[in-house]
């Protein structure tokens, strides 16, 4: 059993004043059975597909996707601060045999990651520490953005280098689903906001606190449903939800980014880590879904979402596993 599968979607609100306590309940709910799944496989390597706001990766070298030799969380949000456990000479392999594959990817020794990448960790596993990780970084958010074949391309071959370790490796991919947070844009950012999502640099305490109060700010004018932001689109939703639990992956090929954008805003783009995460576990063969959640919530301006999903041969040779 080489391979399993845990797609969540993030929100810094999730740790933030806002969200009422039935919403917390039920989606910590179900983040519980999806850290009871990957208890259950006990992975040796965890392997993320996340995206990034403009903590870590910038308009001055702005790559479609990169992998991580080593890596250290930024702290937003109250996430983990500080380095991850990246097994460098593994995280250089796996480069070099996705771009043996054809699919081009950079290589990072000091990739910066943010709650993208350390919120769902922490929430499966514990700690962002609690195993070795490598992190690869999907671009979501800074146009211009490579179509969706392409994030399907970069987790077959992701996956099918991870087959070959006989290593129990847990894939996991972070983001979505509909949703359109304040995330700054370069056609209409200025002044320091466009300064830092061009040249980057550390924020300071003063910073992160400003960002996040207007992330609160945002996302209670969401709620009450007023705001710039477009509306969650839960039909939307259920449809990339279907796809994959279907294993349709190649459906997502036809899907355009100007569409992806209209339709359920500009950071449901953060699907392609689900795309990318579902191809790679598809590399090893059919898989079948087992933990499924979804519940449209304004209050963390998210379709939210949970999936894990094993390959169908070990879901068959074990009875006890469950069903969704």
Not at 51 to 71: E, K, Q, S, T, V
Not at 225 to 245: A, F, H, K, Q
Not at 262 to 279: D, Q
Request: charged letters at 20%; a negative charge; hydrophobic letters at 45%.
């Amino acid at each position: 059993m080489p391979l399993a599968l845990c797609c969540v979607s993030h929100s810094p609100l999730l740790d933030l004043p806002g969200p009422d306590a039935e919403l917390r309940e039920d989606i910590e709910s179900a983040l519980d059975a999806a850290a009871d799944f990957v208890r259950e496989f006990d992975p040796e390597l965890v392997v993320t597909f996340s995206p990034d706001h403009y903590n870590g990766f910038f308009y001055n070298l702005m790559p479609p996707f990169c992998i991580g030799a080593a890596a250290s969380g930024v702290g937003d949000y109250g996430t983990h601060t500080g380095p991850l456990d990246v097994p460098a000479e593994l995280a250089r392999d796996l480069a070099e045999a996705v771009l043996g594959s054809g699919v081009d990817v950079s290589l990072s020794m000091t990739m910066q990651v943010d709650h993208g990448t350390v919120q769902p960790i922490q929430r499966l596993l514990g700690t962002a520490t609690a195993r070795p990780v490598i992190p690869i970084f999907v671009n979501s958010v800074a146009v211009p953005l490579g179509p969706l074949r392409r994030a399907r391309a970069l987790g077959a071959a992701v996956g099918t280098y991870l087959a070959t370790l006989g290593t129990r490796v847990l894939i996991v991919g972070s983001g979505g689903l509909s949703h359109d947070p304040p995330v700054p844009t370069l056609a209409t950012a200025s002044g320091p906001v466009r300064e830092r999502i061009v040249h980057g640099g550390v924020m300071s305490p003063e910073q992160r606190l400003a960002r996040q109060d207007q992330v609160i700010a945002a996302a209670r004018e969401f709620a009450a449903g007023e705001g710039p932001s477009r509306p969650l689109n839960p039909d939307w939703d259920r449809s990339v939800l279907d796809i994959v639990d279907s294993g349709r992956l190649d459906t997502f090929d036809a899907w355009a980014n100007p569409w992806i954008t209209e339709t359920a805003g500009n950071s449901a783009h953060e699907i392609r880590t689900w795309v990318a995460a579902f191809a790679a576990l598809a590399a090893q063969g059919p898989y079948r879904t087992t933990v499924r959640y979804y519940r449209p919530a304004p209050a963390l301006i998210a379709g939210f979402a949970v999936r894990a999903a094993l390959p169908v041969r070990d879901l068959d040779t074990d009875p006890d596993r469950r069903r969704p």
